[in-house]
Structures are given as C-alpha cells and as structure tokens.
C-alpha cells in the first residue's frame, strides 16, 4: 500500500534533494489545456539523468505516478499527476545540436519547438512537423503526443523525423537506439514476442494496415512492431513517439530536419456550402502541402468579433489550400481555377506567392482561436473536449455535418476549423460553464460519430484521460490489448503516466481533489474536471 502523501513528500525530499519541488512551489502545476485538475504531491526539476533515475527509483519504492510536463499545453489531460511530475520547463534538457551535413538535430525534451524550427533555419533545412502551437511547445511534448500540424498532409508527423530516442526506463535503465549495448536482452526478447503474435494476427495486422497513412496520434503504434518484427529494437524511436510519457521519460532525441521547400503559394477559396469544401479539400489534397477549412459557424465569428475576413459578408466555408516546392504558383493558380469551374463559389479564389501575401491568406485561420477564447466569458467556455478528431479525408463530410447536427441538437455554438486535407477537425463547442450533462453527451455521441466513420478520437494532440476511455471504441479489444501488453513490457509497475493511454483508475493513496470538482463518472473518466 502507498504512503501517505504527506508522509511520501517527506521521504522523497530525503532521497531527491535539491532537486526537489514541493507542493506549495507547485501552484499552477494542477493543471494543463485540458479540463482536468490533479494536485501534484512533488516535483522535480532534473538537471541530469541520474536525478531522473533517482526519481524514478524513488517513485517505484512509494508506488506513485510519474510525469514528465514541458509547457503543460497538452489538451488531454497528460501533463498532470496527484504523484511526481518531471519538470522540464526553465532551461533543463534544453541542448540542441544541428549537423551541418546531415540536418540531424540533436536535442533534449527541454527545447521549444521554434528554437529547432530556428537552428535548422540556419542551414536552410526545417521540421514539416510544424503544430500551430509552435512558439509555446516543447519537442519533449511533441514527441510525446506525436505532434503534427497543418503541414502534415504532404510531410507527415513527427515520427517520420524521429531517427533516434534516449530514454530513462521505469527501472531506472538509461536506453540509447545509437547504443545496442544499453539495451537489455530482456526488453528486446519479450519486443520480439509480441511482435511475433501481433504479426500473425491477420485481423488486427489488417486494421492497423488500413490507418497506415492516416492521421492519428491514438494509442501506440503497434505498426512499428510490425513493420520492424525481425528486429524490434529498430521499433523503439516510433514506439516512443505518441506514448505520453507512459513507456520511459526521453531524455535526448534525433530529429531530421529536410531541406526548406524552395517555392511556395497559398490559394483562398470560398463556399457556398461546407459540403462542398470537404469535396473540394478531398480532391485537391493529393498536389497540396497543407489544406485548412473554416467552417459557417467559424466564418461568422470572426466576421463578428474581428475584422480579418475584409469584406466576405456571404460565403459559407473557406479553404486555404498551400503548395510547396517546384511550381508551387502555378499549381495553386491551376488549383483555384479548376475549383472553380466545378463548385459555386462565394467569390473568385485568390493565390499569393510572396510571404508577406501568404501570412495575409492564413490570418483569418490564425485568428481564430484567440477569438474563441476571448468569447469564453460571452457565450460559454471553449473546453478542450472533443477538439482533435480525424477521418480519412474522403469522410470528411459526414464528419463535418454530423459534428453539427450534435452541436445543433444541443444547442450548442461550435465553431469547427481544421486540417481538412488530412481529414482533421479541430471542434470547439462553447459550452455552459458548469453543464457536465451535456459535456458528457457531447462527448460521447461525438467520440462515437469519429469511430463509426472509421475515424480516430485524436488524429494530433495525442492521448490523455481526457480520450483514454474511448480507445477501445476506436481500436477493438484485441488490438488495445497488444497496447497493454507493451505498457507491460516498459512500466510493468504501472508509474509512469497511469490512466492517460487506457482509463484504468489510479489515484494516490489519500490525494484530495480540488473542492467542488465533480468526477466524470459517466463516461468513465477518473479525474476530476474543471468545469468553472
């Protein structure tokens, strides 16, 4: 049985030292993007892995949870903890090495996403896996929740640039890709097992086959044991991406930066339906590096509360379609005439080619979320619930008018944006403060929309208690069961990040929830949310 709280901050403050933050050092540390509120028992600022090992080793012995957190932006629900958190968020594990002839950035978890995006500038290379929250994330976020971004259509997320991972275990082992040696037998023996059984599983191979070239950050991507089942360490760096800190705490990572596209364009379509947008997106996404959509709804926000959609008084949704590379102006050129001689449009596309132009095309999608946000005490809270869905992009769609009919029936405003050429919405309904019933609802029915589309219940943002209990719905029991068996594997003491990859319950021994906060009994979520 666990100690104490009290008792456990005072045994970890004897084990962990200076590097120790306590609970009163904590305020603000309760929560991230998401609803959710957990009050951390201690902290710890590592300075070197072995104060990380000895965390680890501590938080082992008093049975806690642990949990990395960077800039705590995460919308799930997976940078928070009632155990230890692992801050890496004031200039710790912030290196960041660029090799002039390879384009490989070396870097700890502690690096903003910007500062990468700014060393590989210098040498005229970048990270397509460029989120929207680049100025506030950390790459140890990023690798965490297999961060994307617009871009992600033509260039991928981040594990495509993922080569190489460095890794504290929940054991306190410290594992290296680059160094076979530090890898124990045992880990990569029981790998090869697993791997062996999910390959000859032809069902489940098939299902996980059929997302291969989807959107989705949901789980862990057991596609890597397949593809790598003869050599599963090869596994590791893709296995590591997208685990929300529950198969070890990454100390260093190799990321391949590739070289800037030399010409780029951006085209401006409006509609007089969403439907047709979603046709338009799903037709023009095999020639484009990125395509947004802005929905009715959005539109006719930002035409109230800002002034950057000009004088568009009447179309519907928008596109903002870019092209990368050689020919980049003349395909978005191409783009925009070919759209419009199919589809009504609100009125004549407009392309731009020069940088100062292409900003001007994307402000309006920019704009939006900090306009959502500033209607947060006027017409509800835009809590982060249903925010990252996904479908191929030929759902689109039904995915889009279904997402309204549940907002419609509820009576709820939605605004909904988002990267349609991958097939992924950013839904942001603002809700009641304090209306849990139709949050649940909201929740539920939406989550069982995406899935029935054969969609993902987070194509980017990655998983969290926020999603945890429907990854089952999105996978199918054997799939999520190969999924425990590799936790198992990693974290066979359940420590690291328990609850935010399947939504088992795990609450330190005497933890309080903040006064006030109800659980979401309902959908099966354990944590308390914040709802005021």
Not at 334 to 339: F, V
Not at 465 to 491: C, H, N, Q, T
Request: charged fraction near 25%; charge should be neutral; glycine fraction near 10%.
């Amino acid at each position: 049985m666990a100690d104490h709280p009290d008792r456990a901050e005072a045994r970890l403050a004897a084990e962990l030292g200076p590097t120790l933050v306590r609970r009163d050092e904590l305020v603000g540390y309760d929560r991230d993007s998401s609803v959710f509120r957990l009050e951390p028992l201690a902290g710890v600022r590592p300075r070197t892995e072995d104060d990380i090992r000895r965390a680890l080793s501590a938080a082992a012995r008093l049975r806690i949870p642990v949990v990395a957190r960077a800039g705590g932006s995460n919308t799930g629900g997976a940078a928070i903890t009632d155990g230890l958190l692992l801050l890496f968020d004031r200039g710790t594990f912030d290196d960041v090495a660029v090799d002039p002839t390879t384009g490989l950035a070396t870097c700890g978890p502690g690096v903003r996403h910007d500062r990468i995006q700014h060393a590989l500038g210098t040498i005229g290379r970048w990270l397509p896996s460029d989120p929207s929250s680049g100025p506030l994330s950390y790459v140890g976020g990023n690798v965490a929740t297999r961060a994307s971004g617009p871009h992600a259509l033509r260039h991928g997320a981040i594990n495509r640039y993922v080569r190489e991972v460095r890794f504290v275990a929940a054991d306190g082992a410290v594992i290296d890709t680059r160094a076979p040696g530090s890898i124990p037998a045992s880990l990569t023996d029981r790998l090869a097992e697993l791997a062996t059984r999910v390959a000859a599983d032809l069902e489940s191979v098939a299902r996980l086959e059929s997302r291969r070239d989807a959107k989705w950050a949901s789980g862990y991507e057991l596609l890597a044991l397949v593809d790598h089942a003869a050599d599963p360490v090869s596994a590791l760096p893709r296995l590591l991406t997208g685990s929300v800190g529950t198969l070890g705490i990454v100390t260093e990572v190799a990321l391949q930066g590739v070289a800037k596209p030399d010409e780029r364009a951006a085209t401006l379509i409006r509609f007089r339906s969403s439907h047709d947008a979603c046709l338009a997106a799903a037709e023009l996404r095999r020639a484009a590096a990125a395509i947004e959509i802005v929905n009715r709804r959005a539109l006719e926000i930002l035409r109230e509360h800002s002034d950057v959609l000009g004088g568009d008084e009447t179309s519907a949704a928008m596109l903002i379609v870019e092209y990368d590379g050689a020919g980049a102006v003349d395909r978005a050129v191409a783009a925009g005439e070919a759209i419009a001689a199919r589809f009504a449009l609100g009125a004549a596309p407009e392309t731009a080619s020069d940088e100062a132009s292409i900003q001007r095309i994307w402000r309006a999608r920019k704009a939006l979320l900090p306009v959502i946000r500033r209607l947060a005490g006027e017409r509800g809270a835009p809590y982060s619930i249903v925010n990252d869905v996904g479908v191929v992009p030929d759902r689109l769609s039904d995915l889009l008018a279904g997402a309204e009919a549940i907002f419609d029936r509820h009576g709820i405003v939605a605004p909904i944006y988002g990267h349609a050429g991958s097939g992924n919405l950013h839904l942001r309904p603002l809700f009641r403060r304090g209306d849990l019933r139709t949050v649940v609802a909201i929740a539920d029915e939406t989550y069982r929309l995406v899935t029935g589309l054969g969609g993902t219940i987070t194509a980017e943002h990655g998983m969290g208690r926020l999603r945890s209990p429907f990854l089952e719905l999105e996978w199918g029991a054997p799939i999520v069961g190969y999924m425990r068996e590799l936790k198992s594997i990693f974290d066979p003491n359940g420590i690291l990040n328990p609850g935010v990859v399947f939504a088992d319950a795990h609450r330190f021994a005497g933890t309080r929830p903040p006064g006030g906060a109800r659980p979401f009994a309902e959908a099966g979520w354990p944590e308390p949310p914040v709802l005021d």
